[in-house]
């Protein structure tokens, strides 16, 4: 008898966080429980983790580390500031690449949470984020978009994510907790089935609209 034990791996994970203003609303200190909880539950323990933080400013305040070598704390994703989110999402790419040399590497996820609509940013357009997307999806990167107060399915299919892959969460602390909990669930069901993309069920849907 011969057992397969297909084990979840996500070699590189990058993990976008908007602290624009409005996360206020999210209440800084549970959205760090709910991150640093769930970071472990997605990471396996030879992941290369980085996590960013973007309001009008972006901050990789976390490089290249290992889940039981992290904690975020309140400081580092303090709300303030408006939603430069276009920028947000060119800038961890870019890190990745340059940190991890990943042009030619297929397992690098890429998870974007924010509560509201590009507002800020300066230098990056929707076109330049389709582009990207579509190049680092064509190497094997994966994206997820977790949004609230918008249609996350039609915002980050919008920028060139499979609407599979995006789900809207309640704008409280609960329903982001939720979000992530269900986000880690998607990537170790999916990849148990060697699925290319990340999807989310209904169910996850539900639960994250309703937490």
Do not use: H
Request: with cysteine; hydrophobic share 35%.
């Amino acid at each position: 008898i011969f057992f397969i034990f297909i084990t979840k791996m996500v070699k590189n994970l990058g993990i976008l966080v908007d602290s624009s203003g409005s996360m206020m609303d999210m209440e800084p200190k549970e959205t760090v429980q709910s991150l640093n909880k769930n970071i472990k539950k997605i990471a396996d323990d030879e992941t290369n983790i980085f996590v960013a933080k973007f309001s009008e400013d972006y901050n990789l305040f976390i490089k290249n580390k290992r889940k039981n070598e992290i904690i975020i704390l309140e400081n580092d994703i303090y709300p303030d500031g408006l939603t430069a989110l276009y920028d947000g999402i060119f800038n961890i790419c870019n890190d990745i690449d340059e940190i991890c040399q990943t042009e030619s590497n297929n397992d690098t996820t890429i998870i974007i949470l924010t509560d509201g609509d590009e507002n800020s940013s300066q230098y990056t357009k929707i076109t330049d984020i389709r582009t990207l997307i579509k190049t680092k999806k064509e190497l094997g990167w994966n994206f997820i978009f977790l949004g609230a107060n918008q249609d996350a399915i039609t915002t980050g299919n919008e920028m060139g994510i499979n609407r599979n892959s995006c789900c809207t969460y309640n704008a409280t602390s609960g329903g982001l907790d939720s979000a992530l909990s269900c986000t880690s669930n998607a990537i170790e069901r999916n990849y148990g089935y060697g699925a290319q993309e990340i999807e989310f069920s209904q169910d996850e849907r539900n639960q994250s609209i309703n937490a």
